[in-house]
């Protein structure tokens, strides 16, 4: 401080100096606080409407919110498949005192187990401590009591509610409506592929089978969203706006519960399927497949031991085989062919053969036998049908050659898909030449044409193929597609009926043929020799029906051999195919018994009890009927 | 007369406990509308709001304080606390606790201190002290010896590294020197070398997370998850701010924590976003009006010690005010600059008003002088 000044201080001088520059600094902080402003005039007032949108970008969020599924119901209003709520446990980390605690206090109310605890864990670890973690999916109404009665022991432990499909009368409907389950990756590929996969962003379950997949569209509806504003994490702070989803529709089928409960029961613990339509609408009322599992098992994950005894079962119970199942349609054929030989001039009402009961072609040393040994006599085309003459058919087939034979039949629907509304579908096979070129690249035999007249030789049907040719013959060449589906239930409850689906008619050149095909299928019940005459003994109304014994024990694709079972496999399968009143067809019913014998013995008790069923309350008059020309 | 009369006494009675009005009303309404922007920055946090006041409090009495100490004394401790200061930053090199990345805390058993802070008032008061020993304008050997005294501790702060405290050291005693009356020539010469510094500080002196600093404020958008981020939401809350403003507690922004240390350094983001560009307005015309009060006392100061000093402290003041305004709307690269009197923390704070316990300790000084 003792420094001394050189020079003598020029203190105004100085002065000066400094305010010059303080001036000048000044100027300068206020120059760079107008480059400060401008920076957020720009950024406050021209970029506004960019950094408006990026920060509503940040805090909202859109939420997809999945819609109800529509519920199935039956031609009465009954439902068949309905929401309900399941409940899970569900606990939020951030929420509880002390996680551990909690979790061991929790498994002293309800036994937790290992599993549930280890996956409760592991979602730990890669989530939120805000976002509930669920420790038991289902909880049973016991828990759901038990936990509520002491709820407020456990804060951040709550019971969730979400809608899961229910299918009450269980494996009675299995085949047909299908199940739904939670929706895995190739359902999500598919959905990406069909630009579907916005409208399932909240979904939690897809149609797996039956009616719950090929209606899929219908029954699922379009989603909502939610409009949320969220904080960094993604917590949701409040909710901004709802775009509710549009459910599903209701959607009403032609099954009657009753009629498909009364066929479950025909049928009994007989591996087998019954297909009952309308023959004036083709709408079906009832499709059973034997035996058959509880859908309810699929809806929330099925256990690898469950599903694993379903696929392994001699029985195949996941084969529809109303649809599915492929059998020799034997002589439940036999109508349609004789229609065929009638139409092509090659047979006559009055041409007769004489049956010895056996066939022989010329210069051929096999032999075809009849069913019934010593052969049944003189035999016209309507004998043929009622007491199932074989050897008529034989030589019947001789003489339409296979080409006439396929491509008749296949008119009538055997070896295609009818178009039911279910995906599992088989087309079965007619054969031709061409098929068995493809098929083993051999050349056509005549041999091969001879059983073909009785419904065999490569030649498989499907319950529903059978069903619809019936009621293509029936409906005099009218064709309805086989249609599960009715409609749809509007909010007054009644019934918004989708138009039928038909296919061109198919022509006849005599009228007269089909009354004498119909005539015949009448005396099998009602005729002295009726192959089906004792079992529809005293029935009240008049029918009209084929029996058919296949000598194959083919059942779905899959089937391989068993040695163990070989015997009862090898048995013959039941066949029944009829409809009634004969007068006025309402119904036909379509009956296929795995293995169990003859198909007059077995598989027409079973129709009978079918149709005794659906007439019960209805008076007839007893005269005897003919069919109206 | 009378209404002059009372003037008069009011003004002896600030005089009489060295407070400059103007400038006390001016840190009064900046602190109050700081008060509010942190209510609605901390998210409503009482505790937070307690602390502040505490330091606010402490602030104050450490200001009044320092008013009451003559200038004098000052200026006769100057180069001792420069080379303690000094001292103390090469301890915190040697023995320094590590916070955050960087050694900036000296553990003195019973405190913790940041030597750094008390370089910021240390290095104006060395520098003008040395300078106003010579006449006006200083002569170019003079000027380099100030630069070096400037130097010196700057270096040692950048590398502990604290890029931000290192920018406002070496900015207060530039000031003293530019203010003294350094030639335009030689500033025109020094800004040159300036320039050819750069690249030397890029490749030898900068720390990799200062670099990653300076390339993410060139691209902000190029690591929008990372380091990108924090200037990426504080330039969306600014603009979304917009004219008006969203309104007190309503910046999205903020409130949903998209801002990241939104009642620290980015505490003008949460103030854009909801008073808008008009409350932005406001704001810079208060800290206008301190930074003129602050060039005003200077300018009235009698001699060229208190001259030198208060404009050094007056102008630094803007520079934090400049570079946090600057770093949190996209101008600068973050360099950790709080927004002065107004973002929540310590230290920074009281230094801060130290200073202005020492403008005031001069503009009231030069009064009982002239009397």
Redesign the interface.
């Known amino acids: 401080?003792q420094?001394k000044?050189q020079?003598i201080?020029?203190h105004s001088?100085?002065?000066n100096?400094?305010?010059r520059?303080?001036t000048v600094?000044?100027f300068i902080?206020?120059c760079?606080?107008g480059?400060?402003?401008n920076?957020?005039?720009s950024?406050?007032?021209e970029?506004?409407d960019?950094?408006?949108t990026?920060?509503?970008g940040?805090?909202i969020k859109v939420l997809p919110v999945a819609p109800n599924r529509g519920l199935i119901f039956d031609r009465n209003g009954v439902l068949l498949a309905e929401n309900r709520p399941v409940f899970s446990l569900e606990i939020t980390p951030e929420e509880t005192n002390d996680l551990d605690d909690t979790l061991s206090r929790l498994s002293t109310l309800m036994a937790i187990t290992d599993d549930e605890r280890e996956n409760f864990e592991s979602k730990l670890k890669g989530q939120r401590r805000f976002k509930p973690i669920a420790i038991r999916t289902k909880l049973s109404e016991e828990d759901v009591a038990l936990f509520s009665a002491s709820k407020h022991l456990f804060p951040g432990v709550q019971i969730e509610a979400r809608l899961a499909r229910y299918y009450p009368y269980k494996e009675t409907l299995t085949h047909l409506l299908g199940y739904v389950a939670r929706i895995n990756k190739k359902d999500l590929q598919k959905l990406v592929e069909a630009g579907q996969e916005a409208n399932y962003a909240a979904t939690h379950d897809i149609g797996k089978l039956g009616i719950e997949k090929y209606h899929e569209e219908l029954l699922h509806g379009s989603v909502g969203y939610q409009q949320v504003?969220?904080?960094?994490?993604g917590r949701i702070?409040r909710v901004l706006n709802v775009d509710p989803p549009v459910p599903g529709k209701d959607i009403v089928l032609n099954i009657d519960i009753e009629l498909q409960l009364a066929a479950q029961q025909a049928l009994a613990d007989q591996r087998g399927a019954v297909v009952v339509t309308d023959i004036k609408t083709g709408g079906v009322l009832a499709l059973y497949s034997n035996p058959s599992y509880d859908p309810n098992l699929f809806v929330h994950g099925i256990s690898r031991k469950n599903y694993a005894a379903l696929l392994n079962s001699p029985d195949r119970p996941l084969i529809n085989r109303a649809t599915q199942g492929q059998y020799p349609p034997a002589s439940t054929v036999k109508p349609h062919l004789a229609l065929v030989g009638l139409e092509e001039g090659i047979i006559t009402e009055d041409y007769t053969i004489m049956d010895g009961g056996r066939y022989q072609l010329p210069n051929v040393s096999h032999v075809w036998r009849d069913w019934k040994k010593w052969g049944h006599g003189k035999v016209n085309v309507s004998k043929a049908i009622e007491v199932s003459c074989d050897t008529y058919y034989y030589d019947l087939a001789y003489k339409l050659g296979i080409d006439k034979i396929s491509e008749a039949m296949y008119e009538f629907g055997f070896g295609d898909f009818t178009g039911i509304d279910l995906y599992e579908e088989s087309d079965a096979n007619m054969p031709s030449r061409g098929w068995k070129r493809a098929r083993f690249n051999q050349p056509w035999y005549i041999g091969d044409t001879i059983p073909v007249g009785i419904g065999q030789s490569f030649w498989t049907t499907t319950p529903i193929q059978l069903a619809h040719s019936l009621n293509t013959l029936v409906n005099r060449g009218e064709r309805y597609i086989p249609q599960i589906i009715r409609g749809f239930k509007k909010a007054d409850n009644s019934v918004d009926v989708l138009p039928l689906k038909t296919l061109r008619p198919l022509q006849f050149k005599q009228q007269e043929n089909i009354d004498i095909v119909l005539n015949a299928m009448h005396d099998v019940v009602h005729g002295s020799e009726g192959t089906a005459r004792s079992v529809f003994k005293d029935a009240p109304y008049q029918s009209a029906g084929k029996t058919g014994t296949a000598q194959l024990f083919s059942v779905g694709q899959d089937e391989k051999y068993d040695a163990d079972k070989v015997d009862e496999r090898l048995r013959d399968n039941a066949m029944y195919v009829g409809y009634a009143p004969f007068e006025a067809p309402e119904i036909s019913v379509t009956v296929v018994l795995e293995n169990a014998g003859g198909g007059s013995s077995n598989a027409a008790p079973v129709a009978r009890e079918i149709m005794d069923f659906y007439f019960r309350d209805r008076v007839f008059d007893t005269d005897i009927a003919q069919v109206q020309p | 007369m009378k209404k002059n009369t009372l003037n008069t006494n009011k003004i002896s009675f600030l005089q009489h406990i060295h407070i400059d009005g103007w400038l006390l009303l001016g840190l009064l309404v900046l602190m109050s509308v700081g008060l509010f922007t942190l209510y609605s920055a901390s998210g409503q946090d009482e505790g937070q709001m307690q602390r502040q006041f505490t330091r606010l409090g402490v602030s104050f009495i450490v200001m009044f304080v320092l008013a009451q100490i003559p200038i004098g004394a000052f200026?006769?401790l100057s180069t001792y606390a420069y080379i303690v200061g000094l001292l103390m930053l090469i301890a915190v090199l040697l023995f320094g606790d590590v916070g955050k990345g960087a050694q900036r805390w000296l553990d003195l058993k019973f405190i913790r201190f940041q030597p750094s802070e008390l370089m910021k008032l240390a290095v104006p008061m060395m520098v003008a002290w040395y300078i106003s020993?010579?006449?006006?304008?200083p002569r170019t050997i003079h000027i380099i010896t100030g630069f070096t005294l400037v130097a010196v501790p700057t270096v040692l702060i950048a590398k502990q590294p604290d890029l931000g405290t290192s920018l406002l050291i070496a900015s207060s005693g530039i000031?003293a020197i530019?203010?003294?009356?350094m030639s335009w020539r030689l500033i025109g010469f020094v800004s040159l070398l300036g320039g050819a510094f750069a690249p030397i500080m890029w490749f030898f002196l900068m720390k990799d997370y200062q670099k990653q600093r300076v390339l993410t404020f060139l691209n902000p958008e190029s690591d929008p998850l990372g380091a990108g981020y924090h200037i990426i939401?504080s330039?969306?809350?600014?603009?979304?701010?917009?004219?008006d403003g969203k309104g007190w507690l309503q910046g999205?922004?903020s409130q949903?924590?998209?801002l990241p240390e939104r009642h620290t350094d980015f505490i003008f983001s949460v103030f854009?976003e909801e008073f808008?560009?008009t409350g932005?307005?406001v704001l810079?015309g208060i800290?206008?009006c301190i930074?003129?009060r602050g060039?005003i006392i200077?300018?009235r100061a009698q001699d060229?010690y208190s001259?030198?000093l208060a404009?050094s402290i007056t102008?630094t003041f803007?520079v934090y005010?400049?570079v946090n305004?600057?770093m949190v709307?996209?101008?600068l690269p973050v360099v950790g600059v709080p927004l002065p009197l107004v973002s929540y923390g310590g230290t920074s704070m009281v230094t801060l008003m130290a200073g202005f316990g020492i403008l005031m300790s001069i503009a009231t000084q030069k009064r009982f002088m002239s009397r």
């Open positions: 401080m420094r000044r020079t201080r020029d001088a100085e002065a100096l400094f305010a520059r303080a600094a000044f902080v206020v760079m606080l480059i400060v402003l920076n957020l005039y950024l406050q007032v970029q506004y960019d950094y408006q990026r920060s509503n940040n805090r504003e969220v904080n960094n994490q702070i | 200026r006769r020993q010579f006449n006006l304008p000031f530019f203010l003294a009356g939401q330039k969306i809350a600014i603009g979304s701010g917009g004219m999205t922004q949903l924590e998209f854009s808008g560009l932005v307005m810079l800290y206008l930074i003129l060039l200077a300018n060229a001259k030198l404009g102008l803007f005010v400049f305004m600057g709307s996209g101008l």
